[in-house]
């Protein structure tokens, strides 16, 4: 109890701190606005505090307002391509939608469906069979690696989750690749093969 009480303050501290340091377009500080303002969101939301919900629920909304205002027409949910803050993104959209309703759920479900197809076709990528079923930085790279390929994994299985229509094929390939990439002594490689 002593120990989980030191947690609830430390965490309750550090979202306070948080919703000191919000930008006034919604965004968080960090040269990666995208993914640094998504992470801010699932880190109030990790700890129950929900869009439109006291204390923190108009810090949140402002958040995601302004993570959506960054999307793309082809479904990019970030600045100069980078799939790590698309994943990011991606995952805390498929977290958001079931705590928003109206024209708010509508607003964050078409996002998510934008950001999954763009996931997916990227996946679809002709690669070399090493890495096939994984992404790289960009929706059009042709190689593959560990980090970028488990935030868009995790995209994938939490949009599944929130009801997006999320074939089984594609997280049944991204998680061969991330198989592959498994070193023979223990651990994973950024690559299959290191």
Not at 152 to 172: C, H, S, T, Y
Request: glycine content about 10%; some cysteine; proline content about 5%.
């Amino acid at each position: 109890p002593e120990l989980e009480q030191k947690i609830d303050t430390a965490t309750e501290r550090g979202l306070s701190f948080l919703a000191k340091i919000q930008l006034k377009d919604g965004s968080f500080p960090g040269n990666q606005k995208v993914a640094a303002t998504a992470l801010a969101i699932m880190a109030f939301q990790a700890k129950g505090y929900q869009p439109g919900e006291p204390p923190y629920g108009d810090a949140i909304d402002k958040a995601i307002d302004c993570v959506l205002a960054q999307q793309q027409p082809n479904g990019m949910i970030a600045g100069a391509g980078q799939m790590y803050a698309h994943g990011i993104a991606s995952v805390m959209l498929a977290e958001v939608v079931g705590h928003t309703t109206g024209k708010r759920n509508k607003q964050v479900r078409d996002a998510l469906a934008k950001s999954i197809k763009l996931i997916l076709d990227a996946q679809k990528l002709p690669k070399e069979d090493r890495y096939k079923g994984g992404w790289r930085y960009q929706p059009t790279s042709m190689d593959a690696d560990l980090s970028v390929t488990g935030w868009q994994l995790m995209a994938l299985r939490a949009a599944k989750n929130a009801g997006a229509d999320v074939p089984d094929e594609a997280i049944k390939m991204a998680v061969e690749y991330v198989t592959r990439s498994a070193a023979r002594k223990g651990g994973f490689g950024y690559q299959p093969g290191g």
